[in-house]
Every structure is written in structure tokens, then in C-alpha cells.
């Protein structure tokens, strides 16, 4: 099913030596430059768009149907939490901080199933910043002691193996088996409740109950609802609107100091996860194109954001729930090699690139077609 994943592409250079100044935008203003004034092919940039306007997703419009259909192999699967209907194709694109294109409905609020991985990613982030966790290293039953991370397996997993979904946790978590998650094509359930644990760290594996173990154990760290965290430290000084929504399952309640709180997933796989419009995903994009900067304040540190798109040792393509355009199984010829994205259910993207200072973000875009919309945006550059 990852071919069919809404991808938010941020290419990102970490070259050195990077001046060119950024214009960060107002809350509920964004200035719009034309193409030219970057001595930008504007006939060739028209193609692009019309592209992906023409290459929408091919699923079902009812998100709920799409996911029951795209997950159907998985036994056990049910919807947790909510879903909505999705819009047409929609997207932006942002040169030095500027609008230069757009298209569509970039308003409209519309699920972003794991695309809302990269914002979790962004709270452990917060966390190891804050010092609340003091190393990604650090053994996560040291800070979660209740059952989560009990046995000999599960005691070694780190905060580094669930960012970099290479745990292989093992358990069940609001009704969901991490062996049920995507399981493989062969066998059946037997062989996959009896398949052989991995060393932590060793084999990546795309699960998100184990993603949303990592939402819950972030949710004990902060002691405060991920959605509040978020808002507080990202989202409300980069100017987003208060559209936005994350959620988590209807059984995802949990105590937290006498506190009903809901721990939110880590994507729509079963509904929930982060409801978001487009405008919103592209200051979260401009935020790690500036390395964690907005403005002259510094929300995120630098060096998480270089941690967070390193190569993990397990895929070459994947750093802390950021996907990386390194060689490996997903390297898009001809794009460069600093390219990191978020990539979600449904053909939607955000893509970022620190050296051109470009963020482009798209929303259901047949997935397949990504590298042809995206070399089209580079031929106009």
C-alpha cells in the first residue's frame, strides 16, 4: 500500500553556506510573487500543475471506504476514529517563502493519514530539546514502566527505533496486533503471530500500531494532549490557521495525573490522525526549509532536524519519520539526493529543497505520478 500514500515532499539541501533571505508570512496572509521574478519558466511551470490536476488519486472520495478497501487484507482492521470526505486536487508552491503557484481549494481542511507521522516526529523532537527525554538512545521502558516495553524484546527497543520505525515492538495497543499491520503477502495468520522477533534497530518495518505506541509514550513524556503540544510550540508561532485538528481513536483515552487525555495515531490507517489544509502543511514545510527557524526564532532545534533526516541504519530512505531521497528502494532519479519527505495514504506530498528554497506541497496527486510532477516543477526552475 505505499504506493498509494499522501506524500508531503520537503527537499531540503544541508548544504552550507545558505543566505538568501526567506519571507516567512503573517497569520492569514501569504504574499504571492510571479514565477518570473525567480526567472521562473512560467509555461513550464503551467504544465506541472496541470499535471497534477490531471492525475488525481484514483480511490473512493468517502476516505472511509478508501481506507476499509486499501486495508482489507489486514485482519482484525475496523475504523477508530473519524474520517472525512476528501476534496479535489489541491496544492502550492513556495519559492524564497513566496506563493508562486497554486491550485485548488488550499483551505480546505482534509485528512493526511501519515504525513501526520512527521509531526509526531517533530513532538519527540520538542522533547529531546526540552530535555524531557535525554537522549534518542535512551531505552523508552526508562520513561514508560507500565507493561509497554516489558520482556526481553520489547525492553531494548529506544526512542531512535520507534522514530525510525525499526523497533519491531511487539504487543497490542487499543485493540490493535503490531502483527496485523501490514502483514506480509505469504502465510496467514499463524506464521504471522509466530514470525521471529528482529533486533531492535535492524529491520525497518512500516507498522503503525507501533506508531502509535510511540504517540502514547510521547503523550506520558509531555503529560499534556500531542495536539496541545503542538499547537503551543509549532503551530500557533508559524502563523497556521485554527483549522487543524488531531485525533486519535475512540478507545485511546487514557489517565494522565487524574486527566482523561486521548492519545492521537500517528495516521489515518484506521481514522483519526491529523486533519490539516494545505496552506498549514506548507509553513510546517517552510519551517524545516529554514532548519527549525521561523523568523529569527528557533522552534525546533537544527541539530534535531539534521538527526531526524539522517539515513537509519536499517533503511537508507528513511530517517526519524521523515522519508529520504538517499539511494536506496525509493531514490527518484534525477532529483537530488537531499530531498526529504513526509509521505501519507491517498497521493499527497510536500516537498522541500533548502538549496532552491522551494517547498511544494500537493494533495492527491496519483502517487506514481509523483516523480513526473516533481521533475516537471524542476525543469521550470
Not at 6 to 21: P, Y
Not at 344 to 361: R, S
Request: hydrophobic fraction near 35%; avoid cysteine.
Amino acid at each position: 500500500m505505499r504506493s498509494t500514500y499522501i506524500i508531503f515532499f520537503l527537499f531540503v539541501s544541508m548544504a552550507t553556506g545558505h543566505t538568501q533571505e526567506i519571507y516567512f508570512p503573517e497569520r492569514g496572509n501569504w504574499e504571492q510573487k510571479p514565477p518570473s521574478v525567480f526567472k521562473i519558466d512560467q509555461t513550464k511551470l503551467e504544465e506541472a500543475l496541470q499535471f497534477a490536476k490531471d492525475n488525481e488519486y484514483s480511490g473512493a472520495k468517502d476516505l472511509r471506504q478508501a481506507i476499509l478497501k486499501g486495508f482489507e487484507r489486514e485482519p482484525y482492521h475496523t475504523i477508530l476514529g473519524p474520517t472525512k470526505k476528501r476534496g479535489a486536487p489541491a496544492g502550492v508552491i513556495i519559492k524564497d517563502g513566496y506563493i508562486i503557484a497554486q491550485w485548488g481549494d488550499v483551505t480546505r481542511v482534509d485528512m493526511t493519514f501519515s504525513v501526520t507521522k512527521s509531526y509526531l516526529s517533530t513532538i519527540a523532537g520538542l522533547a529531546i530539546d526540552q530535555k524531557l527525554i535525554s537522549s534518542a538512545d535512551d531505552k523508552v521502558h526508562r520513561y514508560i514502566w507500565d507493561h509497554t516495553f516489558d520482556g526481553n524484546h520489547n525492553s531494548q527497543v529506544s526512542w531512535r527505533h520507534l522514530l525510525t520505525q525499526s523497533s519491531d515492538w511487539s504487543g497490542q495497543l487499543w485493540g490493535g496486533y503490531d502483527w496485523a499491520d501490514r502483514p506480509p503477502k505469504e502465510g496467514g495468520i499463524d506464521n504471522w503471530k509466530s514470525k521471529k522477533r528482529s533486533t531492535p534497530g535492524t529491520v525497518f518495518e512500516y507498522n503503525d500500531v507501533r506508531v502509535n505506541v510511540l504517540a502514547y509514550s510521547l503523550l506520558n513524556i509531555w503529560r499534556k494532549p500531542l495536539p496541545q503540544v503542538l499547537k503551543k510550540n509549532i503551530m500557533d508561532p508559524i502563523g497556521a490557521s485554527t483549522t487543524w485538528r488531531w485525533y486519535g481513536y475512540d478507545n485511546s483515552w487514557v489517565n494522565i495525573d487524574g486527566i482523561q487525555m486521548q492519545s492521537v495515531s500517528g495516521g489515518g490507517h484506521s481514522g483519526g490522525g491529523l486533519f490539516i489544509n494545505t496552506l498549514d502543511h506548507a509553513r510546517f514545510g517552510l519551517l524545516f526549509l529554514n532548519n527549525g527557524n521561523w523568523n529569527g526564532q528557533q522552534l525546533i532545534s537544527k541539530t534535531w532536524i539534521t538527526e531526524a533526516t539522517k539515513p537509519s541504519q536499517a533503511n537508507p530512505n528513511y530517517g526519524f519519520m521523515w522519508w529520504l531521497n538517499q539511494q536506496g528502494a525509493r531514490h527518484w532519479k534525477g532529483i537530488p539526493e537531499h530531498v526529504f519527505y513526509a509521505a501519507g495514504f491517498g497521493g499527497n506530498f510536500i516537498v522541500i529543497d533548502q538549496k532552491e528554497n522551494l517547498v511544494v506541497v500537493t494533495r492527491w496527486l496519483a502517487p506514481k505520478q509523483i516523480d513526473e510532477f516533481i521533475t516537471k516543477v524542476y525543469n521550470a526552475l
